[in-house]
């Protein structure tokens, strides 16, 4: 009984996580660029060993258009010695300081929440202390 | 060209091309040889199966309408066709009730603001039937084949002047208005405001 009853929960909180991933791929895509110049499957390469974000990997190359369409991205067609050519993405320069700004924004953001939910962490640990 | 050769894979690229239809010519193709290089890359690392590789990218029309969605965001936001911004909007008001609010703002400053400029020349051709008409129980602002009798037209010549800077107003202001929900809704696109999205790749991998 217990067991199905933290099961419909998390099922609730579900459809939030989606959107939760959804709302920071963009950042995440950004970020992974950081330190130089990657194609899309090595950016989700990048986001599958860092993070659990990604969602359908189709949905990464339209958001990489986006942003490169809002100059914070350039891309370049290289031919690999052998191979097939790759699509490489690299940060422009509003791009890496668009980067930095919500990097900044999102430290900030997560220790405020981190202080709003510091109550309910804290009784999770107290309950598992009593089992 | 191994992969790319595969039947399957033609299909999926196939149809991915029908779904970006509209866009422009060089972007499709662009947007092809991306996602092939990504079939190919994915294939050939061996970690996945064809099949495999195709489910975790999610389905072609998906991928075409968010291409697509952007691109329609993009024209409709520097535009000021009406047919443009509607459309955009319309995508909108199908994902979430504020997109919906937004669209019945624009929708209801265009009709009022045409209404406004088309009375303001029709009065000219047809003094007595177009006014403000005021009274104990009476408004009447426009149009009308017979004015009514219990109220008065308070405008006269004027109505021309005044409807046509109002309506002009009123147009410019829902232009300028659903362009900038458009922008607001374009960068919430990917967080609150999609309803329905993409599948995550962990619950493709258990349909089968």
Redesign the interface.
Known sequence: MTFNNQKSVENLTDPWQ??LK??T??MAALAALWSGPL???EILRFLETKSEL??????I???L??LK?EGLLTSE?VEAEAG????YYSLTASGRERIRHMAAVWVDFSANLRRLIQPVLDQKGQKEEKR | MSVLGDREVQLYLESLRNALKGLPTDEQD??L???G??I???AESSDFSLPAVLR???K?E??AN??RE?AIL?HARASISPVRLLHALWIFARRGLWGVFALLFAVFGYLASTGLIITALVKLAFPAHVGLWLGANHFLLGFTSSPPPYATEKLGAWYTPVAGVTGFLLLSLTILGSRSLLGHMHQWR???F?SE?????SS?GNQQ
């Open positions: 989606a959107q959804k709302g791929l963009e194609y899309g499957l990604v969602l359908a990997e189709g949905t190359y339209p958001i258009s986006r369409k067609w097939h050519p790759r699509k | 662009d947007i040889q991306e996602i290089a990504h190919r890359d994915r975790a990218l999610g072609p998906e991928i968010q291409y952007g993009d990917n967080g609150t999609r999205g993409p599948v995550p790749v493709i």
